[in-house]
């Protein structure tokens, strides 16, 4: 199957800092989400972005599918920011998602 | 908007005790999926349903059953349970079982086993 792997693994910013996550896929895909998960445990959908680039506030992604991995940029980063940052990837019939190790973002005031 | 709705949302068993989840997907949604977290650890995908049959199967143990039922609820049956079996339980659903749909996650149940 399919192997996700993200980078790094810890990340701790000033607050107003920029930052770059990064996900490396082993194969192509037909689905890739990016995922926020808070320190309650809840899961918030950030991108789906198999390919190309969308942005959301302070938030933007890339994906380039032909060289398999996806970026996932924060700008002027605040302390609600903080929490693990998932990139989860399908690529067969089924649509299951697998997921990265996560980057643990820590982001101090 | 309407989100995914799982209930309980903390449940607490003894081992060997019995628990069922609930799954309550976005309305419109006919594909719901099953994801258990360990403790510092990535999502692993349990089982899914596409228009109530099992359309994908993951590391599910034997012990645990699942079904979606005809207004497309889902619910996770847990059997014997064991010490291990303490995680996040999330539900997600997405429109449709093609390749390229999204996967709106619910807010988990968290399941601790004494």
């Known amino acids: 199957g399919i192997q996700v792997e993200q980078s790094p693994p810890d990340l701790i910013l000033q607050e107003g800092a920029n930052s770059t996550l990064r996900c490396n896929f082993s194969?192509?895909?037909?689905?890739l989400q990016w995922f926020h998960q808070n320190p309650w445990g809840q899961l918030i959908n950030l991108f789906y972005?198999?390919?190309g680039t969308k942005q959301n506030g302070r938030l933007s992604a890339t994906t380039v599918a032909t060289e398999r991995y996806s970026l996932l940029y924060i700008s002027s980063s605040q302390t609600t920011d903080s929490g693990v940052y998932f990139c989860?990837?399908?690529?067969?019939?089924?649509?299951?998602?697998?997921f990265g190790a996560g980057t643990i973002l820590r982001v101090k005031s | 908007a309407a989100g995914v709705i799982q209930s309980p949302r903390h449940l607490i068993k003894e081992k060997r005790e019995t628990a069922t989840l609930k799954c309550y997907p976005i309305?419109?949604?006919?594909?719901v999926y099953w994801y258990q977290q360990g403790p510092g650890q990535d999502p692993q995908f349990l089982i899914s349903?596409?228009?109530?049959?099992?359309?994908d199967k993951g590391s599910i143990p034997d012990r645990f059953s699942a079904q979606q039922f005809s207004d497309y609820h889902s619910e996770l049956n847990m059997s014997s349970l064991e010490l291990g079996d303490s995680a996040l339980y999330f539900c997600?659903?997405?429109?449709?079982?093609?390749?390229?749909?999204?996967?709106?996650f619910g807010p988990g149940t968290r399941l601790t086993v004494l």
């Open positions: 997600a659903s997405s429109a449709g079982q093609t390749f390229t749909d999204t996967q709106y």
């Open positions: 194969d192509s895909v037909n689905n």
């Open positions: 972005i198999p390919s």
């Open positions: 989860a990837a399908s690529m067969e019939y089924g649509n299951k998602l697998v």
């Open positions: 309305p419109r949604h006919d594909t």
């Open positions: 349903f596409y228009e109530k049959m099992q359309s």
